[in-house]
């Protein structure tokens, strides 16, 4: 019997269907599944935290350079007159930083400003300089950035408005990054695409100079040329004006034709003083003109 028995299989246990075992491995194998599921979540907020870090990063990297910037243009209205101002603005540059502008090339942060403020363009107490449209572009490190912007300057005297000239240009700069995340300037590029603009420019600091020298040298010169701008200020009379004087005049003319002339008034006693026409024809006369302007004027 054992040994008829010894070939067949042997009997396996029966298990029940949702039995406590079946419900256990389904439980952790949705566990899993679901812990799958989580880490593929939280695997993608990760990299979009990532990614909004850096965006904050660039946002703000570009808000600190832009203002920076923008802080840098306007010192120069001011930093021709106030030493304060001047030393904020010579404060954005590198120690060895370069800066280029149309009328030649400094380096070294010391002496920046002297040098931009007081140049041969200095002639002209008043300098604008507006900028905008800012391309910013960092280097892959973050440690550098190349800028770019539009920017009309202006250079006028205060007392000449009408002889304040407007260039456009660009700027350029080379900005590096220091310690604390602020930037300073390694190189300030100031680009006009017309050389013959800036010529022109030259040329008209040279044309006043020489006209002051001129004027200080021979003083009538100056003072011919104030005279000859004054009569071109004064204005012309209006035709009107010119037919309305010509009426009063040969109206007063004939009023004076009209009055006893002073060889046919009356005997004057010998030590009394004569006088040029009696006192009743220089009443006409003026009552004459003044109707003659009157008329003339409502014309």
């Known amino acids: 019997m054992s040994q008829q028995l010894r070939g067949t299989p042997g009997i396996q246990p029966a298990v029940a269907q949702n039995s406590p075992v079946q419900a256990e491995q389904g439980y952790q194998l949705e566990v899993k599944y679901q812990l799958a599921n989580l880490q593929s979540v939280v695997a993608e907020l990760r990299t979009n935290v ?24 306007s010192l120069h209205l001011f930093g021709r007159h106030d030493m304060n101002m001047r030393a904020e603005w010579e404060s954005y540059f590198e120690q060895d930083a370069t800066a280029s502008y149309p009328f030649g090339q400094h380096r070294g942060r010391e002496g920046m400003a002297s040098w931009a403020f007081d140049s041969f363009w200095g002639e002209f107490k008043l300098r604008s300089l507006l900028t905008g449209n800012f391309t910013i572009n960092v280097e892959q490190g973050g440690g550098f950035a190349m800028v770019t912007a539009h920017c009309v300057t202006g250079w006028g005297k205060e007392d000449e408005v009408n002889e304040h000239i407007a260039v456009n240009g660009f700027y350029r700069w ?38 002051k020298a001129a004027a200080a040298a021979d003083p009538k010169a100056e003072a011919a040329a104030t005279t ?42 010998a030590d009394t003083p004569t006088e040029s026409a009696a006192p009743d024809a220089a009443v006409a006369v003026e009552t004459a003109a003044k109707d003659e302007a009157a008329k003339a004027t409502a014309a």
Do not use: Y
Not at 196 to 202: L, R, Y
Not at 238 to 250: N, R
């Open 228 to 269: 000859t701008s004054e009569a071109a200020a004064t204005p012309k009379p209006t035709e009107t004006e010119t037919e309305a004087a010509t009426t009063t005049a040969e109206t007063t003319a004939a009023a004076a034709g009209d009055a006893p002339k002073a060889d046919t008034a009356a005997p004057v006693a």
């Open 174 to 211: 080379l900005l590096v990054c220091v310690p604390m995340g602020n930037w300073q300037i390694q190189e300030a590029t100031l680009v006009m695409p017309a050389s013959d603009i800036v010529e022109k420019i030259k040329s008209i600091f040279k044309r006043r100079k020489d006209t």
């Open 50 to 73: 990532l990614d909004l870090q850096t965006q904050l990063r660039i946002s703000q990297r570009t808000a600190i350079i832009e203002r920076l910037l923008n802080r840098f243009t």
